[in-house]
């Protein structure tokens, strides 16, 4: 069993930055693939970001890639996400998840991922 916190979002002008952290409870951690999530006010939830056990390996969806860069520290159980150059578009409830099942593979469905945080609002300004 793990659960996830997040933090670090808030209301940031375009073309800003923010750090999202996602602190884990348990001692597996090291063991769950992890990704983020974020989901806009009548979208369905979408893949960002994720990162296999090691943190050896991400991977990113097109519309974040080279501006958002996820990581994670295993020995104080957290991720983070970094986001920059941060658009309009990317205004949203950002989750957290630990895929409980394969260590070394980033899925980007939700459905491959057993546990979620509460989630944190990111909203950008124009």
């Known amino acids: 069993q793990v659960q996830l916190e997040e933090s670090g979002g808030g209301l940031v002008q375009a073309g800003g930055s923010l750090r999202l952290s996602c602190a884990a409870s348990g001692r597996t951690f090291s063991r769950y693939a992890m990704g983020w999530f974020r989901q806009a006010p009548g979208k369905e939830r979408e893949f960002v970001a994720g990162?296999?056990?090691?943190?050896?390996?991400?991977y990113y969806a097109d519309s974040v890639k080279g501006r958002f860069t996820i990581s994670r520290d295993n020995a104080n159980n957290t991720v983070y996400l970094q986001m920059n150059s941060l658009k309009p578009e990317d205004t949203a409830v950002y989750y957290c998840a630990a895929d409980g099942r394969i260590m070394s593979r980033i899925a980007t469905m939700s459905y491959a991922y057993t546990y979620w945080g509460q989630g944190t609002q990111v909203t950008v300004s124009s």
């Open positions: 990162i296999i056990w090691s943190g050896d390996n991400t």
